[in-house]
Nanobody, 114 residues
Framework: QVQLVESGGGLVQPGGSLRLSCAAS????????MGWYRQAPGKQRQLVAH???????TYAGSVKGRFTISRDNANDTVYLQMNSLKPDDTAVYYC????????WGQGTQVTVSS
């Protein structure tokens, strides 16, 4: 089993920045990939970004150039640096880990509004 704990969400004005963190614990040796999905009200959950164990990254087109995913293997933590935030980025952001099965965090709310 893998446990994921997210932090860093909140309210920010358009154009602002936030950094999300996701700390993994448990059977972390089984994790091959970690990343973030988001779900806005009335919409399906969508991939934001993910990063593999060796550091390869993938981004959704809507966030490319604005968001950066990184990982600290020593602390089993993944970060999502979000810059130039837009109201359309408002959603609950979920951390996930893939390793044999998919694990999910509890979600953290990001609200972009003036």
């Amino acid at each position: 089993q893998v446990q994921l704990v997210e932090s860093g969400g909140g309210l920010v004005q358009p154009g602002g920045s936030l950094r999300l963190s996701c700390a993994a614990s448990g059977s972390i040796f089984s994790i091959n990939l970690m990343g973030w999905y988001r779900q806005a009200p009335g919409k399906q959950r969508q991939l934001v970004a993910h990063i593999t164990k060796v550091g390869s990254t993938t981004y959704a087109g809507s966030v490319k150039g604005r968001f950066t995913i990184s990982r600290d293997n020593a602390n089993d933590t993944v970060y999502l640096q979000m810059n130039s935030l837009k109201p359309d980025d408002t959603a609950v952001y979920y951390c996930y880990a893939l390793g044999g099965m998919t694990y999910w965090g509890q979600g953290t709310q990001v609200t972009v509004s003036s």
